[in-house]
């Protein structure tokens, strides 16, 4: 099955910007919708971002205007780009298709201080 590895969090202040990586072991950004998802210690996996296989871009309300969900076919590789971070932000992110029907990587855990 292919696999799913998240990388580019980190430590941020308040207002910084973080890009996240999707690497994917296989190609399936052109036939699979592709999505961000976060998880908070005691909360379900919420979604964040995701991508159409056209390219159509949908995001969840409180991240409007703040983040930036690409991807690049030829290197299998989805993004998530983070600007204006808020501490309501810190989680651990993952990716996934939209069918949700790949096993979830490790995440990447984005940490915003105030």
């Known amino acids: 099955q292919v696999r799913l590895v998240e990388s580019g969090g980190g430590l941020v202040q308040a207002g910084g910007s973080l890009r996240l990586s999707c690497a994917a072991s296989?190609?399936?950004?052109?036939?699979?919708?592709m999505g961000w998802y976060r998880q908070t210690p005691g909360k379900q996996r919420e979604w964040v971002a995701s991508?159409?296989?056209?390219?159509?871009?949908y995001y969840t309300d409180s991240v409007k205007g703040r983040f930036t969900i690409s991807g690049d076919n030829a290197k299998n590789t989805l993004y998530l780009q983070m600007n204006s971070l808020k501490p309501e932000d810190t989680a651990v992110y993952y990716c996934?298709?939209?069918?949700?029907?790949?096993?979830w990587g490790q995440g990447t855990q984005v940490t915003v201080s105030t």
């Open positions: 996934n298709t939209l069918r949700l029907n790949l096993n």
């Open positions: 296989g190609s399936i950004f052109s036939i699979n919708g």
């Open positions: 991508i159409s296989n056209r390219g159509s871009t």
